[in-house]
Structure formats: structure tokens, C-alpha cells
């Protein structure tokens, strides 16, 4: 997995492949990608990268920690 820091969306999606969720899929507001009933919000297209503290909430939401982000 990528170090926790700053991530471009498209890593972000692919990551968050590996980890066995599906989508992203289109919601409300944001697409989301899901994982056994999980559901977890993926940030819109922007020009920059995902910061840490997005990331965090992201990871968090998503049941998944710190160390099983850079470990996998």
C-alpha cells in the first residue's frame, strides 16, 4: 500500500480495491466504494491530492487502520 500521506484519488481507488471494496459507485453527492455492507464516501476529482487528515477520516470510516494501510 502507499505510505499515509497525501494520495492522488486514482491511488487512493486502487488501494482501496485491493482491500476488497467495489466502485466506486455514484451516490448523492460523492461516489462511494463498498466492502461487505460498508460503505465509504470517495472524494471528487480535484487538481490536488488527498491530505492526510482526508485520508485519515476515509481510512476511518472504512474500518481500516494506519498500520493495515501501509502493511497490505
Known amino acids: 500500500m502507499p505510505?499515509?500521506?497525501p494520495i492522488k484519488r486514482q491511488?487512493?481507488?486502487r488501494?482501496?480495491?485491493r482491500l476488497?471494496?467495489?466502485?466506486?459507485y455514484s451516490g448523492g453527492r460523492h461516489q462511494f466504494m463498498a466492502r461487505d455492507g460498508l460503505r465509504t464516501r470517495v472524494?471528487?476529482?480535484h487538481r490536488?491530492?488527498?491530505g492526510?487528515?482526508?485520508l485519515a477520516m476515509i481510512l476511518k470510516e472504512?474500518?481500516?487502520s494506519k498500520e493495515d494501510w501501509e502493511s497490505v
Open 3 to 5: 505510505p499515509f500521506g
Open 11 to 13: 491511488d487512493l481507488i
Open 15 to 17: 488501494a482501496m480495491k
Open 20 to 24: 476488497g471494496f467495489q466502485g466506486p
Open 43 to 45: 472524494p471528487n476529482p
Open 48 to 50: 490536488s491530492d488527498i
Open 52 to 54: 492526510r487528515s482526508l
Open 62 to 64: 472504512a474500518g481500516i
